[in-house]
């Protein structure tokens, strides 16, 4: 006989997800409602089954809530290029970071397979180790770039990067309380918070080299096979040694714990393999029992008031799939900062609601802009950035300077649609107008990149 459960806790509002749009969803709610409880369950406990007839989620450890209203902001799963192996790490949360730093101090070459916002930090952060970067695509970081911006970025990779960092002003989000357990392997593999942008900001990502950078990078290629030592040995396999010089390349003699071979027939020993390869939409937990609509990425399907299919229950953040008519210089990517604005809109939402109020779209979804960080340039994505979606029918317009700052813009029919901006170009506000407004700016042509014209006094 099961055992009873405890009684139910009742909340006006439940928030399921500790991450950036979870606790967003959560504080606003608290704002707008200061009497009620707002019940946020996290993935330490974690979630179990959300029971809709009911209106009752259950968590692992047997407890029930019952809500008028549910937001579920359960994240994403880092896709690991292979499970249960010991020297495969993913890195999605604090912890997988933290131990991913112990790991690298011990360190003399890793493997990085990825190509995103991770792979990109990661890369350029680390010191004193052989790194082999293995990406599917021509270039590094197709989501953020085209080939001429990440031609650009790839000269900072092989200089040595003496220079202070950039000062970052945000709001950090840390976890109070309990007091670091022992984590048993069901627990490590719990899906924590993603990380934030500053995430590498306190962890030391040193090898055991004494150089600074040492980087190859191999393009259009995959990962084939991953082979153990004991395996490697048996099967008589060759690797390569690190490649100093493209033209020679040597058999490795040293012998590694693990070893990766690409599609393109390269064999690779090192210590540890980095899987940076993306992330799926957590959604799993909460599909039994429950008929939600799911995009194409395996999201959970919002509308515009960032409901899902189900009555009373939302989504914010990498879990869900924006599924209403977007603005035409908009689009989801799994990021923080629209983790943190879907969590924001969705307590509005939610609120709004159940007050019987009617509420706009948040203008945030209007225009797609991200500011971060890479190979410690500020760089900034506007609109469609990378012509998303626009076809062959569009031109670009580029700026470049050398080892300072890197411009290109995306006109469609006169109109700006997107930008990239790398360096600090100053240009941000101005072009962010400039696409909300759609003014037609084929008069200026390529006036609007000259350096020597200031481009904010003529649309101020």
């Known amino acids: 006989m099961e055992a009873a459960r405890p009684p139910a806790t009742a909340g006006k509002f439940v928030v399921v997800g500790g991450g950036i749009a979870g606790v967003t969803c959560a504080e606003q709610l608290a704002t707008q409602f200061p009497s009620e409880d707002i019940l946020l369950i996290t993935a330490s406990p974690v979630i179990k089954a959300v029971t809709n007839f009911k209106q009752c ?7 029930q809530h019952v809500y008028k209203k549910l937001c579920l902001c359960a994240g994403a799963k880092p896709k690991l290029i ?86 970052q002003k945000r709001t950090r989000y840390t976890t109070e309380g309990r007091k670091k357990e022992a984590r048993s392997k069901s627990k490590a593999d719990n899906v924590g918070s993603a990380l934030g942008p500053d995430w590498h900001e306190g962890l030391n990502l040193k090898g055991t080299k004494e150089f600074s950078h040492r980087i190859h990078l191999e393009t259009m290629c995959e990962v084939k096979k991953i082979y153990l030592q004991d395996e490697f040995r048996i ?89 209403w008519q977007l603005s035409p210089v908009w689009q989801q990517m799994r990021l923080w900062t629209q983790a943190r604005q879907m969590g924001w809109y969705a307590a509005k939402c939610m609120a709004a609601a159940s007050l019987g109020d009617s509420i706009d779209m948040d203008f945030s979804f209007e225009l797609f802009a991200h500011v971060t960080k890479f190979f410690n340039y500020k760089v900034v994505l506007l609109g469609k950035y990378n012509a998303q979606g626009l076809g062959s029918d569009h031109e670009l317009m580029l700026r470049c300077t050398k080892g300072q700052e890197y411009i290109k813009v995306v006109m469609q029919n006169g109109r700006m649609m997107g930008a990239v901006l790398i360096g600090e170009t100053d240009l941000e506000e101005t072009f962010e107008n400039l696409i909300l407004n759609q003014m037609n700016l084929s008069s200026y042509g390529e006036d609007l990149l000259d350096p020597n014209i200031d481009i904010e006094d003529y649309f101020d």
């Open 235 to 323: 099967l008589k396999k060759k690797s390569f040694t690190f490649p100093r010089d493209p033209k020679s390349v040597t058999t490795d003699t040293e012998m590694w714990p693990v070893y990766v071979e690409l599609t393109n027939e390269k064999i690779y020993g090192c210590d540890f393999i980095v899987s940076a390869t993306g992330v799926t939409p957590n959604v799993e937990p909460f599909l039994h029992g429950n008929s939600f609509n799911l995009g194409e990425d395996g999201g959970l399907k919002v509308d515009d008031h960032m409901h899902t299919s189900l009555p009373d229950v939302y989504a914010a953040g990498d879990i869900c799939t924006a599924s």
């Open 82 to 167: 292979c499970e249960g192996n010991p020297y495969v790490l993913g890195i999605r949360d604090t912890d997988s970071a933290q131990e991913f730093q112990k790991q690298l101090t011990k360190a003399k070459r890793i493997m990085i397979i990825g190509n995103g916002g991770i792979a990109l930090e990661l890369v350029y952060e680390i010191e004193g180790c052989e790194v082999i970067w293995a990406i599917k695509d021509k270039a590094i970081g197709n989501t953020f770039f085209d080939a001429g911006a990440a031609e650009f970025l790839t000269s900072k990779l092989i200089a040595e990067k003496p220079e202070a960092k950039i000062a």
């Open 57 to 63: 989620i259950v968590t692992e450890d047997g407890n």
